[in-house]
T-cell receptor, first 114, second 117 residues
Framework: SQKIEQNSEALNIQEGKTATLTCNYT??????LQWYRQDPGRGPVFLLL?????KEKRKERLKVTFDTTLKQSLFHITASQPADSATYLC?????????????FGAGTRLAVHP | GAVVSQHPSRVICKSGTSVKIECRSL??????MFWYRQFPKQSLMLMAT?????????EQGVEKDKFLINHASLTLSTLTVTSAHPEDSSFYIC?????????????FGDGTRLSIL
């Protein structure tokens, strides 16, 4: 089966440091991976999409990598701020039942301390 | 601003009640909408794919008669939890994807917290 695994333990870092979150997938490489941010009691918000043939994608302080050899994506937040504290979800695209769908990981909770 | 609106945000009701949740895409047409359920500290679990003008596609293990989905227009999908019981208490979230491009991101509503007493 196609799974997404994220470190379920919370990541605590100091403000200003770089946060690195890990997403591992099983089975074959997906055509793309997506990263979302979810705040408590809210729906996820899309952050970045990276395709299988892209090694790296950047958006402001965010950077995502896609390593098909390791079957892994890394999500980096540079110069982290307390406002970055949230749960970050990784999702892989799958084609099933005639539709393109997303399978989500459980998410990693990030806490940035002043 | 929000591109997907979900209503209500919170429902508390007695066991046996049916509850309807609405999901609207505000500034784009969505032929496909998705319904998820999320338990505390767990992943979003896809329940069904809602398709405008046709029957919804349910994931394995999701009861079709329990969770009725109606995608009446390109901007509205509804999920009705019929005869809800305490075990149906959860956070239900919908999402919509713009018509063009299957790898496009999903836009999520802010979820509905359902509590069945």
């Amino acid at each position: 089966s196609q799974k997404i695994e994220q470190n379920s333990e919370a990541l605590n870092i100091q403000e200003g440091k770089t946060a690195t979150l890990t997403c591992n997938y099983t089975n074959y490489s997906p055509a793309y991976l997506q990263w979302y941010r979810q705040d408590p009691g809210r729906g996820p918000v899309f952050l970045l999409l990276i395709r299988e043939n892209e090694k790296e994608k950047r958006k402001e302080r965010l950077k995502v990598t896609f390593d098909t050899t390791l079957k892994q994506s890394l999500f980096h937040i540079t110069a982290s701020q307390p406002a970055d504290s949230a749960t970050y979800l990784c999702a892989r695209g799958v084609f099933s039942g005639g539709y393109n769908k997303l399978i989500f990981g459980a998410g990693t909770r990030l806490a940035v301390h002043p | 601003g929000a591109v997907v609106s979900q209503h209500p945000s919170r429902v508390i009701c007695k066991s046996g009640t049916s509850v309807k949740i609405e999901c609207r895409s505000l500034d784009f047409q969505a032929t496909t909408m998705f319904w998820y359920r999320q338990f505390p500290k767990q992943s979003l679990m896809l329940m069904a794919t809602s398709n405008e003008g046709s029957k919804a596609t349910y994931e394995q293990g999701v009861e079709k008669d329990k969770f009725l989905i109606n995608h009446a227009s390109l901007t509205l999908s509804t999920l009705t939890v019929t005869s809800a019981h305490p075990e149906d208490s959860s956070f239900y979230i919908c999402s919509a994807r713009r018509r063009t491009g299957n790898n496009q991101p999903q836009h999520f509503g802010d979820g509905t917290r359902l509590s069945i007493l």
